[in-house]
């Protein structure tokens, strides 16, 4: 089974909601909440540490008992629990947090992100750049670009988080569009503005459980 928690971080802009809820959270979010920059990914931030604490309490686990750390590249994992898996991203104002009970990874992206509002060939040369000879065939030859970059973009990113070298990985050398990966990936338009992927070894669309965190 996996489930999908989701939200936005609207609510979190204001600053007694965001005092409430950055007061609950363990001092390993807190420290990642202050480290953002700004207050939209510092809402981010808090959001994601707000989703994990929910979605580890509907499994019936007592939050303030984990003990998250992270491995060799970054990937956080819960030390003293096994088989609880779970992965987080943002982009924009949205927020997604997957468990599972095997390894998996998610990545989430906003179509009015700065990488879509900059020269129209921006989308080009990252394609040329982390595309695999396969994707960019396709990507070059798709009538839909946006939508193509955006699955691949977001089953690359996905991919990386569950083998956990993330970003250092090269995506050049994996073709997520491939005959062989389409059983691996679930992805879809979460929003009108959002498009995910969840990446997982023979994922099941129907063990798939996606649920909306309202403040």
Known sequence: MINVFYGTIHLLQEPKIFEEFFSKMHPRRQQKVLHCKNEKDKCASLLAGILCKYGLEQQGFVYQDIIIKEQQHGKPFIANQKDVFFTISHSGENVV????????????????????????????????RCFSVQEYSLYENSHEKEELFLKCWTRKESYSKADGRGIGMDFSKINVLSEDMEKDFCSKWLTEESYLSIYQKDICFEHIIFKEYKF
């Open 97 to 128: 947090c997957a468990f599972s009970d095997k390894n998996i990874g998610i990545d989430i992206e906003n179509r009015k992100r700065m990488l879509f509002n900059k020269k129209k060939d921006s989308l080009e040369r990252v394609a040329k």
